[in-house]
């Protein structure tokens, strides 16, 4: 897999950036497809005990290679490491199709993930080395089209499969996906050798790769496998800190470090991560625990909880796609990241105000409202990062606000999770007869709940329209840091590739 200097057409652009589309489709679906499959998954393989490892297995490799895989990006060239990472997609979802027990579907399920970070920061890396900066602001606003589809589409796709083939079927869908993207790749890329003789930083890797493990180990157990002042947690809490702190020690003296410390100088690339993860824990953070209310509170079915996501995913869907035609028509882009998180900030009040009373409309326009606010700066703190950094770190620049926007939804997966089963724990023996008080984890089970004298499940709707009201106050200070954070960003003409 050799880097071309042969140069790209305005036609071979569009080819590639399409094949990015279908490669982003690809592994953002396999992070979703599988919900509705699992039980089925488990009812032929077996290892309930093990379910669990299907999902952390792939969000632990993801989370590991992205960062990772941006700076091999940058020293040994895009081309190779988005073939890799395509090659390396297709073999693990053969193999978890042909998975014969569980121990086998989450080794390869590590596979897929790894792979998975390899196309992730590629895909964004890439769409900054094909684009002029105002051109690059309008497609990545068409990228977020993925994670919109992804997210409605994969759970979907998952149920059907699941239910008229096999499940198997759900990772074998990856397959001609993911060839015709390695084709076109294959075919059409065409990017200069990167100049130098690479220098692998190995210390920078190994403690980058610990330190997230770590945190990604704790943000999913937090407050389900373990409780939160449990040994185990506390340990990987602080093992997490310790290897944070050390990897930044590393990277300081590394000559090539996996994310150059240089880049946190230009105060436009610290802001764009830290909106990256305000706007993770508050956008895709929160919309994890949106179902919940809507089976709990509204009794509705898993599957049209999941759909009344709609408004907020399309609204996230128009507000990139618009930031990226005003930055492409104006040139400007400052204040976007303010606005999302000014909009954010009061789709989040408005959630506050739900009850046991509110309509699924009125539940859907404030979701829409906080959906507008996420999306309004989902691709444009991308194209920040990249208009900071210089060429040759454009990879580091582009994983760095990814890896920021996934840690930030991980932690608020976890604090957010935290909020609302310790209230709910408060509000339940309040609102409940003696007695009958249920545990969080039961009370979340529709098959449950459907088993509960009307009083006692009128009485669990009413608490947990209570728990939710305060982890939307709760998140509302984390908005807040977003938007002051985010008025620090000056206005930086977008630069020509040339000058980069």
Known sequence: MIESTAPMTGRHRLLVFGGLMLAGLMSSLDATVLGTALPTIVGDLGGLDRLAWVSTAYVLATSITVPLSGRLGDLFGRRRVLLTGLLGFLAGSAACGAAPGMTWLIVFRAVQGAAAGCLMSSMFALTGELFEPRERARYQGYSAVIFAVSSIAGPLAGGILT???????????NLPLGIAAT?????????????????????????????????????????????????????????????FAAWVLAERAAPEPVIPPRLFRDRSFGVACAVAAVGGATGFGLATYLPMFFQVVGGVDATRSGLLLLPMMLALLAASVAAGKHIHRTGRYHRLPAASMAVSAAGIALLATMDTRTGLVTAGCYMAVLGFGAGLSQQVVMLIAQQAAPRRDLGAASSGVFASRMLGTAAGMAVFGAVVSNRFAEEVV???????????????????????????????????????????????????????????????????????
């Open 183 to 243: 084709a076109v790749v294959a075919l059409f890329l065409r990017l200069p050798a990167p100049e130098g003789r690479p220098r692998i930083d190995y210390a920078g890797i190994v403690l980058l790769g610990a330190a997230v493990t770590c945190f990604t180990l704790f943000t999913s157990w937090a407050g389900t496998r373990y409780a939160w002042d449990s040994p185990a947690l506390l340990a990987l809490a602080a093992a997490s800190a310790v290897l």
């Open 163 to 173: 239910d008229h083939a096999s499940w198997r079927w759900v990772f074998y869908l």
């Open 430 to 500: 309040r609102r409940v007869p003696d007695g009958r008080v249920p545990e969080f984890g039961d009370a979340v089970r529709p098959e449950v709940l459907a088993t509960l004298p009307a009083p006692v499940r009128d009485g669990v709707a009413e608490a947990f329209a209570d728990a939710f009201s305060t982890l939307f106050v709760a998140a509302l200070p984390l908005a807040a840091a977003g938007l002051a954070a985010a008025l620090l960003l000056r206005h930086v003409p977008l630069a020509r590739r040339d000058e980069r």
